[in-house]
């Protein structure tokens, strides 16, 4: 009986063996040798956006959109040191609101020139570390015309609205990340539109 009882102890501890869940290595190179995007905590997010809305330029407004606009007129893909593609339009040719855009690469560049003819218009951002780089970098987005913005790097879709911005006006964002120093430089990968 007591070899029987072995026995099965044996057998059961083979199954809790077999059941329990293998530990994956943590995911730390993707393609192109970049780090694995790994999943924000709503914690996390919370946290941004309360970092975000406190930092807030007095004619810039934020919410949380969670996912991607839909595309909006013609689409600029901007790379640090590199050509812009544009579909649908000349690359940097002062065009209206909307168009759409994408990032990858960048740590100080202008995006395309544009006019609003609206005092009030938005921006959607989702942006993310190209590298893991540390907390003292911040990814930044100033609008020529006025109003400097803190996109969390989070991969999360915000969208600012700025106001009281003059009419007619040729203006651009400007993406920059801050604190680069030395070699130590962030790049950034995102998207998003400008829109009214």
């Excluded at 600029?76 to 909307?98: K, L, M, R």
């Excluded at 544009?114 to 009030?120: A, G, H, K």
């Excluded at 930044?140 to 700025?162: E, F, H, N, Q, Y």
């Amino acid at each position: 009986m007591k070899r029987s009882l072995g026995a099965a102890a044996a057998v059961t501890a083979g199954f809790l063996l077999l059941a329990a869940p293998a530990q994956a290595a943590p995911e730390t190179e993707a393609a192109g040798n970049k780090q694995a995007k790994s999943t924000v905590s709503a914690a996390e997010i919370a946290a941004n956006n309360a970092a975000v809305w406190a930092s807030l330029p007095p004619n810039v407004t934020m919410r949380v959109t969670g996912k991607a606009p839909k595309i909006q007129g013609p689409i600029d893909h901007y790379t640090q040191n590199g050509p812009t593609v544009t579909t649908g339009v000349t690359p940097f040719a002062v065009d209206a609101i909307p168009f759409s855009y994408t990032f990858s690469g960048v740590w100080s560049m202008d995006g395309r020139d544009f006019r609003s003819t609206r005092t009030n218009f938005c921006k959607d951002i989702e942006a993310t570390w190209d590298f893991p780089e540390e907390s003292y970098h911040e990814f930044k987005v100033t609008l020529s015309a006025g109003g400097t913005i803190t996109v969390p790097t989070d991969g999360v879709m915000r969208t600012w609205c700025w106001s009281n911005v003059p009419t007619n006006t040729t203006m651009h964002f400007r993406y920059f990340s801050t604190n680069n120093s030395g070699g130590d430089i962030a790049k950034a990968s995102g998207s998003g539109s400008v829109h009214y």
